[in-house]
């Protein structure tokens, strides 16, 4: 069969683009090699949605989801291994096999970027976390410790505060980088303790983690923290090298025009994979939009 838009990727954006070509009267077919909603699945508060004041991010996701599913969106957990252009038509190749589709829309999104230390892959699940709403909970009346500065740090702060008696956040250097609302409330939060200048250097442990090392950046001092926890929230990942023979790579971002075309035409780039300036849910879905209209047109 071939699919009139393949879309790789199940967050906002590609949700979002599903919806507008599914709507024109297209097929479509999205690929997702983990859980569809993407990264915005596990925000546990998203407060800067137009017309809604607050809702979780996955309830947001599993609304989108259904909206697209009623309309006769179809579906594979599959992850891409490959795409090639042949004859006009695309050739995406996955784990389970081959898609054939007359345009393809790149939704893929980024990943949580590590610290890169001995033991951290030994650690992970086993008191290294990089989702405080998948992982919080378990440290319910436990102080918690968190490395990060920007939206995803605070968004992380904020709830962990929630149920930890104190939330000890550090950053690598004295400012925060989210937005000013965000800053304010965990500025405000009395048993968030920010901590500046501060390196890590070292997990420490035998079969789980106990304890983190860091080196203040300013006087060089070494700190040494007991903990059975720490929740990494230091920026993404784009993972896009498969693409690279059909779109122009810039920090292994994809670069697009303002209509999300790379520089292979009937391939397009969306949402947190591609060179842009905001990464926000609504630049996603604006994003989406743009992507479909210009895919439903260059279909014919």
């Not at 993972?239 to 035409?265: A, P």
Request: charged share 25%; aromatic share 8%.
């Amino acid at each position: 069969m071939v699919h009139d838009v393949l879309i790789i990727g199940g967050g906002p954006a590609g949700m979002t683009a599903a919806l507008y070509v599914l709507r024109s009267g297209k097929n479509v077919l999205i690929l997702e090699k983990e859980n569809f909603g993407g990264q915005i699945a596990t925000s546990p508060r998203v407060e800067n949605y137009p017309s809604i004041k607050v809702i979780s991010g996955l309830e947001l996701s599993d609304q989108m989801f259904s909206q697209i599913s009623d309309l006769g969106a179809e579906f594979e957990l599959e992850d891409v291994t490959g795409i090639k252009k042949e004859n006009g038509l695309f050739k995406v190749t996955t784990n389970y096999g081959e898609h054939l589709a007359k345009a393809v829309i790149i939704a893929n999104g980024v990943t949580h970027r590590h610290m890169n230390l001995p033991n951290e892959d030994k650690f992970s699940g086993k008191g290294i976390s990089y989702c405080a709403v998948c992982d919080g909970a378990f440290y319910k009346g436990q102080d918690a410790y968190l490395i990060g500065d920007a939206n995803t740090a605070l968004q992380y702060a904020m709830l962990l505060s929630n149920y930890c008696p104190k939330v000890y956040m550090f950053t690598l250097f004295d400012k925060l980088f989210g937005e000013e609302i965000l800053i304010e409330k965990v500025k405000k939060t009395e048993n968030i303790i920010i901590t500046p200048w501060m390196n890590l250097i070292e997990f420490k442990g035998d079969d789980e983690l106990t304890g983190l090392v860091f080196e203040n950046t300013k006087d060089h001092s070494i700190r040494e923290y007991k903990t059975n926890n720490v929740f990494v929230a230091i920026g993404q990942l784009p993972h896009n090298e498969i693409y690279k023979d059909l779109v122009d790579l810039e920090k292994g971002f994809i670069i697009t025009d303002d209509n999300m075309k790379s520089k292979t035409d009937g391939l397009y780039a969306i949402g947190d994979t591609r060179k842009k300036t905001v990464r926000q849910i609504v630049t996603a879905i604006n994003d989406g939009a743009i992507a479909a209209l210009e895919a439903i047109k260059y279909i014919g």
